[in-house]
Protein backbone atom coordinates (compact mmCIF):
# COMPACT_ATOMS: atom_id res chain seq x y z
CA UNK A 1 0.00 0.00 0.00
CA UNK A 2 2.68 2.47 1.24
CA UNK A 3 6.18 2.89 -0.02
CA UNK A 4 9.19 5.47 1.59
CA UNK A 5 11.96 5.90 0.05
CA UNK A 6 14.70 8.17 1.79
CA UNK A 7 17.85 10.33 0.62
CA UNK A 8 19.87 12.85 1.43
CA UNK A 9 22.55 11.01 3.48
CA UNK A 10 26.29 11.47 3.43
CA UNK A 11 29.37 12.31 5.41
CA UNK A 12 29.53 15.10 6.58
CA UNK A 13 32.17 16.89 9.53
CA UNK A 14 31.18 17.82 13.06
CA UNK A 15 28.94 21.09 12.88
CA UNK A 16 27.93 21.02 9.68
CA UNK A 17 24.28 19.90 8.14
CA UNK A 18 22.27 17.71 6.56
CA UNK A 19 18.92 17.59 5.00
CA UNK A 20 17.35 14.41 4.93
CA UNK A 21 14.01 13.25 2.38
CA UNK A 22 11.15 10.60 2.46
CA UNK A 23 8.99 10.34 -0.43
CA UNK A 24 5.74 8.77 0.45
CA UNK A 25 3.56 6.73 -2.18
CA UNK A 26 -0.15 6.05 -0.73
CA UNK A 27 -1.99 8.11 1.91
CA UNK A 28 -0.03 8.87 4.87
CA UNK A 29 -1.10 10.31 8.43
CA UNK A 30 1.46 10.69 10.93
CA UNK A 31 5.30 10.24 10.02
CA UNK A 32 8.56 10.39 11.80
CA UNK A 33 12.31 9.34 11.49
CA UNK A 34 14.14 7.10 13.56
CA UNK A 35 17.99 6.11 13.72
CA UNK A 36 19.90 3.06 14.59
CA UNK A 37 23.55 4.00 15.44
CA UNK A 38 26.54 1.06 15.91
CA UNK A 39 26.12 -0.77 18.40
CA UNK A 40 22.47 1.19 19.74
CA UNK A 41 18.86 0.00 19.54
CA UNK A 42 16.60 1.86 16.97
CA UNK A 43 15.61 5.18 18.51
CA UNK A 44 12.66 7.67 17.78
CA UNK A 45 14.41 11.06 16.36
CA UNK A 46 11.53 13.08 15.61
CA UNK A 47 7.43 13.29 14.82
CA UNK A 48 5.32 15.08 12.43
CA UNK A 49 1.34 14.83 12.67
CA UNK A 50 -0.73 15.34 9.95
CA UNK A 51 -1.38 18.73 11.28
CA UNK A 52 2.24 19.73 11.81
CA UNK A 53 2.25 19.22 15.12
CA UNK A 54 6.01 18.02 15.96
CA UNK A 55 7.92 16.31 18.72
CA UNK A 56 11.30 15.65 19.17
CA UNK A 57 14.01 13.61 20.86
CA UNK A 58 15.47 15.46 23.54
CA UNK A 59 19.51 14.42 21.82
CA UNK A 60 18.47 16.54 18.98
CA UNK A 61 16.12 18.98 20.17
CA UNK A 62 17.33 22.39 18.93
CA UNK A 63 19.44 21.05 16.28
CA UNK A 64 17.46 18.91 14.01
CA UNK A 65 13.73 20.04 12.40
CA UNK A 66 10.84 18.23 11.15
CA UNK A 67 8.70 19.20 9.04
CA UNK A 68 5.75 18.12 5.41
CA UNK A 69 5.06 18.92 2.49
CA UNK A 70 1.69 17.40 1.65
CA UNK A 71 1.27 18.20 -1.54
CA UNK A 72 4.37 15.85 -2.59
CA UNK A 73 3.82 13.26 0.28
CA UNK A 74 6.97 14.51 1.50
CA UNK A 75 8.59 14.18 4.95
CA UNK A 76 12.02 16.21 5.92
CA UNK A 77 14.63 16.09 8.19
CA UNK A 78 16.90 19.16 8.59
CA UNK A 79 19.77 18.52 10.67
CA UNK A 80 22.24 21.28 11.98
CA UNK A 81 24.98 21.15 14.37
CA UNK A 82 25.90 17.43 13.65
CA UNK A 83 28.01 15.59 16.02
CA UNK A 84 29.32 12.15 15.42
CA UNK A 85 27.06 10.65 17.84
CA UNK A 86 24.87 11.54 15.55
CA UNK A 87 26.21 8.74 12.91
CA UNK A 88 22.98 6.22 11.81
CA UNK A 89 20.74 4.93 9.47
CA UNK A 90 18.24 6.96 9.27
CA UNK A 91 14.85 5.51 9.09
CA UNK A 92 11.62 7.11 7.65
CA UNK A 93 8.66 6.03 9.37
CA UNK A 94 4.69 6.30 8.38
CA UNK A 95 1.61 5.71 9.70
CA UNK A 96 -1.48 5.23 7.39
CA UNK A 97 -4.75 6.08 8.27
CA UNK A 98 -5.90 2.94 8.89
CA UNK A 99 -3.34 2.44 11.67
CA UNK A 100 -1.17 0.50 9.49
CA UNK A 101 3.26 1.27 9.71
CA UNK A 102 5.45 1.63 7.42
CA UNK A 103 9.31 2.02 7.24
CA UNK A 104 11.78 2.88 4.74
CA UNK A 105 14.74 1.21 3.87
CA UNK A 106 17.31 3.89 5.62
CA UNK A 107 19.89 6.14 4.72
CA UNK A 108 22.90 6.35 6.52
CA UNK A 109 24.53 9.58 8.16
CA UNK A 110 27.95 9.46 9.12
CA UNK A 111 29.50 12.46 10.56
CA UNK A 112 33.46 12.68 11.48
CA UNK A 113 35.12 14.89 14.54
Known amino acids: QVQLVESGGGLVQAGESLRLSCAASGTIFNMGWYRQAPGKQRALVATITSGSTTNYADSVKGRFTISRDNAKNTVYLQMNSLKPEDTAVYYC??????????WGKGTLVTVSS
Open 93 to 102: VADSFLGSRY
